[in-house]
């Protein structure tokens, strides 16, 4: 067995050691995640049946890797291993067992969006301050009630709880957690938190479900287990208790996720729930240089509740970590950017090897900005997520509905979508109708004239027998076929196709990318079931990095420090290193929030191999107005022999002097900094060819020209327009504003900077 040559004693001790409890509690970059990987194959080889075994990851992307890198050691066996997020193992099971716990096998799942929608109609029957019982907060409460097991009654009838969690200011928390509870239940739909709270139900009410998975589940391993909730903790202990061969794997210095309820004692915990407990330290960190350790460890040293451990690196001693200071976050931006053109150059590092990460999503504007200029090919992580976007809820909310029509978020989405005169006053007196009477709001649609009156009810009929019309082409069509006939018939691409701006084409593109995306499934020959309400089923599980096609692409990447977890690179760029960012403002007041804090710098700083740059702003627009801002607290934790400061000159433009002049300094040095240019990844182009018009082919090798390169006159290519002509320029650099003029299309405004234009 040479794959475990590539592991050390302890590794390997853990690795083999595979019946009963064990616990792997050890630094960042230790090896935590290839212990599993490797477990899992070494349990292959020895036998188990892949069925058998269950593998609990923190992303989809950790356990696809995961995937990956076992079969490169056990061949296609790796397909059979139960592995994936919580979430999305157990959405499967509870997919197979829902009519036990009451619901239909085809229930929906609501998103954040769906929950908070429902949660605001809520407040508004029961004429709530919506101040008070702000949308956001009350979602918090219930999310926070479900991850520590309180039910709807139990909340209801538990004084205690009521006044802790409300501070006896929300003295209705309890009623509207109850009646967000039975809406969801009466439209056959689980919001996140149910899928593990849905989960508990079952297997504490059903002793024999709860028999089938623990045997079907012989052996359990959890990665990243520091961040799992009280939820997590019971299902895992649950599955685990009658064979006890649980294998769990975390560091108490990475959690980061105290805010959703996960909890540290779930580690501290381990020993006492498993007294037969092996305990393996891991102490070697593989992944980065002695120094990058040396200032994660100095770190960490100023948060009172950790364990003890002993983290070294074998590795070279490597580069000081550079501080850099700007001063406005468009500068930080830029010396970022300047920063990884050169590095890539002079080290000779693809872009993938860099990564960026920030404390805030917002804090991506001025990175992208950046990279941007210098035409740096990147790619965002965890962001809006593509199925997140308008026209594509808007889209599935049709395909929701045909498959369970009882769905009341989707029918609120979609009843006036295409506009069929169906507004706001008809689905109030659908939905009071459905209250009143206790049925669905779909059943009074489908019995609209005993509910309301006038013309109405021909419309409702009209509506209610489109969405049967799509069930029933739905048993007869494939997936993608299916997928076609709702988004023609529903009028979603007539609606889309006529609206002509940037962003109305960008739409009509997505719900293309959509159904290109549905036609690979109907193709897919390693799955049995190809429908679409197989495609359907988890899909608001999904992030933007699911869906990620171009995963080889040579790009940055851009991601907050919460979504970095486990992952690794070459070059990590912390920025805004600022108090009140990192660490935010909501942490200052307590100690254990501000350790969180550290703790996410901790993990932030432990992402990188080679060389670590961190970067704070002495200025910084924030909510709309230039604010001072001092460096971290947690810059001067680091021992100063660690170092390498290096201080940006001030260039006058931040400040709206003399823009003009350091603007042409940049576009100077940026023409001898940048490198070939290359086409930017976010951009989706559509792959299988589909019912919709052409997109503009891209000439091969299209990249586009820098903003001072354009001149009045010029024929230009856009990536999506095609061929045009620049007919007017306006502005100052770089925010000239170019009108094109494209065949087919007339006049288009285009901003430069954002622009993919290139001169031909
Ligand atoms: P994190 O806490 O960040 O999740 P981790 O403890 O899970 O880190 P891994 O990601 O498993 O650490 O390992 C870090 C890096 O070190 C990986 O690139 C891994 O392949 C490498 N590595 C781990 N153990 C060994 C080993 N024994 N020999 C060589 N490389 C190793
Ligand atoms: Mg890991």
């Known amino acids: 067995m040479d794959y475990l040559a590539g592991l050390n004693p302890q590794q390997r001790a853990a690795v083999e050691n595979t019946q009963g409890p064990v616990m792997i509690v050890a630094g960042a970059g230790s090896g935590k995640t290839r212990v ?31 995937r990956e890198r076992i079969s ?54 029961m004429q709530l301050d919506d101040k008070l019982y702000a949308a956001n907060v009350v979602y918090n409460r219930i999310s926070s009630a479900k991850n520590n097991l309180v039910s709807a009654s139990e909340y209801l009838e538990n004084d205690q709880i009521q006044a802790e969690d409300a501070g006896n200011k929300r003295p209705l928390l309890g009623l509207i957690y109850d009646t967000y509870a039975k809406r969801c239940y009466k439209a056959g739909a689980m919001d996140f938190d149910d899928l593990l709270f849905k989960t508990n139900v079952l297997l504490k009410n059903h002793p024999d479900v709860l028999n089938k998975y623990q045997h079907k589940f012989k052996y359990l391993m959890v990665d990243e287990y520091q961040d799992t909730n009280f939820s997590q903790y019971t299902i895992v202990k649950k599955l685990a208790a009658a064979n006890q061969n ?16 996960a909890n540290i004692q779930n580690i501290l915990n381990f020993e006492r729930d498993y007294p037969d407990l092996k305990v393996y330290k891991l102490e070697q960190n593989y992944r980065s240089t002695q120094n990058i350790v040396e200032v994660a460890n100095s770190i960490i040293a100023n948060n009172k509740n950790q364990l003890e451990k002993n983290v070294f690196s074998a590795n070279e001693k490597g580069d000081r970590i550079k501080v850099s200071r700007a001063f406005s976050d468009n500068e930080e931006g830029k010396l970022v950017a300047e920063a990884i053109v050169q590095d890539r150059l002079n080290a ?38 593509f199925y997140q976007r308008k026209e594509i809820k808007d889209l599935i909310a049709y395909f929701r509905l045909t498959f369970n029509p009882a769905d009341e978020e989707a029918i609120k989405r979609v009843i006036n979508y295409p506009r069929r ?32 009156d006038g013309r109405i009810p021909n419309q409702l009929n009209d509506f209610a027998v489109m969405i049967q019309s799509f069930a029933a082409e739905s048993k007869k069509l494939d997936a993608y076929e299916t997928a076609l006939y709702i988004a023609q018939h529903s009028g979603i691409l007539k609606e889309l196709h006529t609206d002509d701006s940037v962003e109305g084409r960008s739409r009509y593109e997505n719900i293309q990318e959509l159904l290109n995306g549905i036609k690979e499934f109907a193709e897919r020959e390693d799955i049995e079931d190809r429908s679409l309400a197989i495609f359907m089923q988890d899909i608001a599980l999904l992030t933007n990095d699911d869906k990620d096609k171009d995963k080889d692409a040579d790009t940055v990447s851009l991601m907050t420090v919460h979504s970095a977890k486990g992952l690794e690179f070459k070059n990590v760029f912390i920025v805004g290193l600022e108090e009140n960012l990192f660490p935010s403002q909501m942490s200052l007041t307590s100690r254990v929030d501000l350790e969180e804090e550290r703790r996410l710098f901790y993990v932030a700083i432990t992402r990188a191999e080679k060389k670590l740059t961190i970067t704070y702003s002495t200025s910084r627009y924030r909510w709309g107005t230039l604010t001072s801002c001092e460096p971290s607290r947690f810059i001067n934790e680091i021992n100063p022999s660690y170092l390498e400061l290096e201080v940006v000159k001030p260039a006058k433009s931040s400040f709206g002097e003399n823009s003009f002049d350091s603007e042409r300094k940049t576009w100077t040095q940026q023409r001898e900094l940048s490198p070939k240019p290359t086409t930017s990844t976010t951009t989706i182009r559509p792959k299988t060819t589909s019912i919709l018009p052409k997109a503009h082919v891209p000439t091969a090798g299209f990249a586009p020209n820098a903003v001072n390169e354009f001149q009045n006159g010029m024929d230009v290519e856009h990536e999506k327009f095609g061929f045009g002509k620049i007919v007017n320029l306006e502005g ?29």
């Open 421 to 452: 005169g169906l507004g706001d006053t008809t689905l109030e007196k659908i939905s009071v109708a459905a209250d009143k009477n206790d049925i669905t709001m779909w059943q009074v649609i489908c019995n609209a004239h005993q509910y309301v």
């Open 732 to 760: 100052t650099l770089p925010d000239v504003k170019a009108t094109v003029f494209f065949q087919g299309l007339g006049n288009k405004q285009l901003l430069l900077k954002f622009a993919k234009l290139r001169i031909v």
């Open 348 to 385: 000779g590092i693809s872009y993938k090897d860099f990564a960026i990460l920030y404390r805030t999503n917002a804090q991506s504007r001025a990175m992208e900005e950046a990279l941007r200029k210098l035409n740096v090919p990147y790619k965002i992580y965890g962001g809006l997520s």
């Open 72 to 125: 490169k050691v056990i061949g296609n066996e790796a397909k059979n291993i139960w592995m994936g997020t919580f979430h999305s193992v157990f959405a499967k099971i509870l997919r197979v067992e829902a009519e036990k716990i009451g619901y239909p096998s085809n229930f929906t799942i609501y998103d954040t969006d769906d929950s908070k929608s429902l949660i605001r109609t809520i407040l508004r029957e």
């Open 246 to 261: 649980i294998c769990v794997v975390g560091d108490d210095a990475q959690s980061i996720y105290a805010f959703r309820g």
């Open 36 to 66: 599993i990987t490797y477990r899992v194959a070494h349990l292959i080889e020895k036998g188990v049946d892949a069925f058998n075994i269950l593998v609990l990851t923190f992303t989809n992307k950790a356990s696809k890797d995961m």
